[in-house]
């Protein structure tokens, strides 16, 4: 309703008209009113089941979040078992290699020492024998001297028979 439409009377406008005037202004207020929170409900709604899915989503991801920090927990616990045990194995390794290096070592030694001795007696017996043929070579060059003073005499003799 426009302004306009009010009716006047003798001290201004009448009652019934200002009243219709009012009638109409409110219910048209109202409608938009109407209007509005219908429109602002169906805002909430949907804001309200955006809020309901984020929560949703929210809670999946803290679930998650939960659960990757669990499985970096049980990760960095296998790690540093598995670091521990690589590095107790890493030392019976060692100790175990250190002891057969030892042992190896001292077999090497043995032998060495083996070798040294019978280089030795190899060298004592060469020393020996070479002694010995150089006495026989003595015992048999004063025999072929011998032998020789012999057969001089002998020629010497016979030519005295001659």
Same mark, same amino acid.
């Given at each position: 309703?426009?302004?306009?439409? +009010? &009716?006047?009377?003798?001290?201004?406008?009448? %009652?019934?008209?200002?009243?219709?005037?009012? $009638?109409?202004? /409110? #219910?048209? *207020?109202?409608?938009?009113?109407?209007?509005?929170?219908?429109?602002?409900?169906?805002?909430?709604?949907?804001?309200?089941?955006?809020?309901?899915?984020?929560?949703?989503?929210?809670?999946?991801?803290?679930?998650?979040?939960?659960?990757?920090?669990?499985?970096?927990?049980?990760?960095?616990?296998?790690?540093?078992? +598995? &670091?521990?045990?690589?590095?107790?194995?890493? %030392?019976?390794?060692?100790?175990?290699?250190? $002891?057969?290096? /030892? #042992?190896? *070592?001292?077999?090497?030694?043995?032998?060495?020492?083996?070798?040294?001795?019978?280089?030795?007696?190899?060298?004592?017996?060469?020393?020996?024998?070479?002694?010995?043929?150089?006495?026989?070579?003595?015992?048999?060059?004063?025999?072929?001297?011998?032998?020789?003073?012999?057969?001089?005499?002998?020629?010497?003799?016979?030519?005295?028979?001659?």
């Amino acid at each position: 309703m426009d302004i306009t439409m +009010l &009716k006047s009377s003798l001290w201004g406008y009448s %009652k019934s008209s200002v009243c219709e005037y009012i $009638a109409a202004m /409110n #219910e048209d *207020f109202s409608h938009k009113l109407m209007a509005t929170v219908k429109e602002n409900d169906g805002r909430i709604k949907e804001l309200e089941a955006k809020i309901s899915q984020l929560e949703t989503e929210n809670n999946a991801l803290r679930e998650e979040r939960d659960f990757v920090a669990s499985v970096m927990e049980d990760a960095k616990k296998f790690s540093n078992e +598995l &670091k521990e045990k690589a590095e107790q194995e890493n %030392k019976r390794f060692r100790e175990s290699n250190m $002891a057969y290096n /030892n #042992e190896q *070592f001292r077999r090497i030694m043995q032998f060495s020492d083996g070798i040294d001795r019978v280089r030795n007696s190899m060298h004592s017996l060469i020393k020996s024998f070479d002694s010995e043929l150089e006495k026989s070579k003595d015992e048999l060059t004063e025999l072929s001297n011998g032998l020789k003073q012999l057969d001089s005499f002998d020629e010497v003799k016979t030519e005295d028979e001659k």
